[in-house]
């Protein structure tokens, strides 16, 4: 039914106040238009609200990518929605939304988000007090930057009130109006502005001094956020480009400090092992782990920011082995420093975090090799000795590893008849 809307990509462009329109058509746009979001799109149009995709999708949308989430607003109230889906026999889903004006609903095996359009009345630097409007600017205003304060009609019409398709042309990244205004209104978007500059951006250091200026004075303000929303920016951060600019400059901006990390992080370290690692897709607690000096770090690091376990136990591995696991000097070329590490550790990650220690060290033809190597499993258990007539507890156990340092002085070779021949009777 949607498609009398798809037009040629760029039709007209249009200035009303400081709006820029022009008519999107790509084959990503289309993809969207399934069942469930023809129903949707149906239903607001027959009960004369306006819905429209909004953020972060639409920048994806203009970057000729296919968005993974679509996030949409409206002009209808949270009410008017519930009323509207009731009315219509759709199912409605988690309400956690629904204060900040989000209703969630299910139609054809799929979710959609959508959002009444808002304004801001009150702010701390954490939270926002919001009221609805039907006024769609002003709730551009509200947003972040500007590659994510667009609009897109359901017909194709982009809505573009302050330039951020131009910036996002360009590879800028800037602040909705007053930069800030902006982060004062909540101090994570300092950690967002550095996150999607790294998607965004092409060269590392172009950034508008204003800026800058503007995050360094109000940086404290991120001591107030919580550890988790921080981590979140964090991570996506430090796997995307320019990761070692920008934790650099989160230590020339005096920010370190204030969202766990060490406030005398190496580096120079970690901008070694970005350039080592990059290219191989490191976990983001890889590249961070170059910033600590010891464990110390690490545990003050997880007090503050509260990542997941496996997170700080890699942190932890790295390190303590960053120095000490290394290949060899008299054979570079050997893998066994690292597999028989694996094998004597017997724990089910231990060959994952191996991998992320090769990257962090830039060993990669190391590292392409362990990730095509699979564990061998040592053909000799406890039962085979009882067999032979060994049966006290102690002895068993010191065969075992006997048997096993055997084993993988043979590269792990031996089979079961050839090691049970060295038991000593």
Known sequence: ??????????????????????????????????????????????????????????????SGKRPEDVDFATTATPEEMKRMFQDAGIRLINNKGEKHGTITARLHD???????????????????????????????????????SMFLGLDGTLYDYFKGYEDLQNHKVRFVGNAEQRIQEDYLRILRYFRFYGRVALRADEHEPETLTAIRENGRGLAAISGERIWVELKKMVVGNHAAHLLELLYNLDLAQYIGLPPDGDVVEMKRVWRNASAHSPKPMTVLAALFHGPDNVDKMDLRLKVSREEKTLALFLVKHRRTLRKSDEEPDDLRPFTDFIIDSREPDSQSKVCELLKYQGEEKLLSELQRWSVPRFPVSGHDLRKMGITSGKEIGISLQELRDIWKKSRYQMDKDELLSHVKL
């Open 1 to 62: 039914m949607w498609s009398r809307f798809f037009r040629p990509a760029v039709i007209s462009h249009s200035v009303w106040r400081s709006l820029f329109t022009m008519r999107l058509k790509t084959s990503e746009f289309k993809s969207l238009f399934t069942d469930g979001l023809n129903g949707i799109a149906e239903l607001f149009e027959k009960h004369q609200y306006e819905l429209r995709i909004a953020g972060g999708a639409v920048r994806d949308l203009l």
């Open 110 to 148: 799929e979710n959609f988000e959508v959002t009444t359009l808002r304004v801001d009345v009150e702010t701390d630097g954490r939270h926002a007090e919001v009221e609805f409007t039907t006024d769609w600017q002003k709730d551009a205003e509200r947003r972040d930057l500007t590659i994510n």
